[in-house]
């Protein structure tokens, strides 16, 4: 079965547990450039798979940064497939289209994805998306609990992470009743979110002094409307692994709707995180460049000089305003 886009049947929650319930060796699979939710979303699917007596491995194409190492099932998280070992099916978490999963060789078995992202591209064989949701992990939260399966403290955790980091801590708009909901529910049976938020924010040096070089690149367009930062080549050297993060600088900046981070990639290309504070769709403004994500998150990637790359997308972002 191939991962070309555009193939998936759509998908509701029961059809989802029968795919786990009916295969028995799982890989499961996120985002490259991983966040919370996509190492939550994965190790929470690992954790209640073995769980079953089922076999589970998860792959990331890049390591899990430090700040999500609290939750101990991502210490299992690997950069390649594992050799010698055969799966009966793959579970893609978190992952809107199949190149953001990274470039691996992926056995030619039957796929599910469990997604939030509207711009999901249905690559997998069947797509539970549940578009309005924070985050991934709220949809997997919401579907273990279904399954009547206890889960574990680890499990919970991941959850817990998944749903926090996406949903900013429970302060962007897609925080919802439901999202809520789960995160009260896994607290509830051993989550732990002092525990969680305290290695989410605390901070190396080194970004101390990154958060301080991209504060000093902030410009701003359209009366204040627009704010651009950048983590040139020395501001990733220093905390690129949290590169992410930093699209807080110009998305908080007052009277900022549109905001967006360039994060150097390599000579002339750039990876560039857009964010919106109440109504630009920043999914379609990535589309235009070939991103996607969320209405008040998303990315995309530019090629170019940064100068130029620049002045295209505050020219393109002029017109969500
Ligand atoms: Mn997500």
């Given at each position: 079965m191939s991962l070309k886009p555009g193939h998936a049947i759509s998908i509701g929650m029961d059809e989802a547990i029968h795919f786990i319930q009916g295969h028995q060796s799982f890989l499961v699979v996120g985002h490259h450039h991983p966040d919370g939710d996509a190492i939550g979303s994965i190790c929470a699917l690992h954790n209640v798979i073995r769980s079953m007596g089922k076999e589970a491995d998860m792959i990331l194409a890049d390591p899990v940064p430090e700040a999500y190492t609290?939750?101990?099932?991502?210490?299992?998280?690997?950069?390649?497939?594992?050799?010698g070992k055969t799966y009966d099916a793959l579970i893609f978490a978190d992952l809107a289209n199949i190149e953001r999963a990274g470039d691996f060789d992926f056995p030619d078995v039957p796929s599910l994805c469990i997604d939030h992202?509207?711009?999901?591209?249905?690559?997998?064989?069947f797509l539970y998306l549940?578009?309005?949701?924070?985050a991934a992990a709220e949809v997997v939260a919401e579907m273990l609990f279904a399954m009547g399966i206890s889960l574990d403290k680890d499990t919970c955790n991941a959850l817990y992470m998944g749903i926090a980091t996406d949903s900013g801590f429970f302060k962007?708009?897609?925080?919802?009743a439901n999202t809520l909901l789960m995160a009260s529910q896994l607290v509830k049976l051993g989550a732990e979110p002092a525990y969680i938020s305290a290695k989410i924010d605390e901070k190396t040096e080194e970004a101390m002094k990154c958060h301080q070089r991209v504060v000093e690149t902030l410009k701003t367009y359209e009366k204040g409307q627009i704010a651009i930062a950048c983590m040139d080549e020395k501001a990733m050297a220093l905390d690129g692994e949290n590169a992410?993060?930093?699209?807080?600088i110009p998305r908080c900046l007052?009277?900022?709707e549109i905001a967006g981070l360039f994060k150097y990639e390599g000579e002339n290309s750039y990876r560039i995180s857009l964010r919106s504070v109440r109504y630009a769709n920043v999914a379609k403004l990535a589309g235009e460049f070939g991103g996607g994500g969320h209405a008040r998150a998303a990315g995309c990637k530019m090629k170019g000089t940064f100068e130029d790359c620049r002045s295209r997308l505050v020219e393109a972002m002029a017109r969500y305003l």
């Open positions: 609290t939750i101990e099932a991502a210490s299992k998280i690997t950069t390649e497939i594992p050799k992202h509207e711009t999901n591209e249905g690559y997998a064989d549940k578009g309005e949701y924070a962007f708009s897609c925080t919802s992410d993060s930093y699209a807080s007052k009277g900022v």
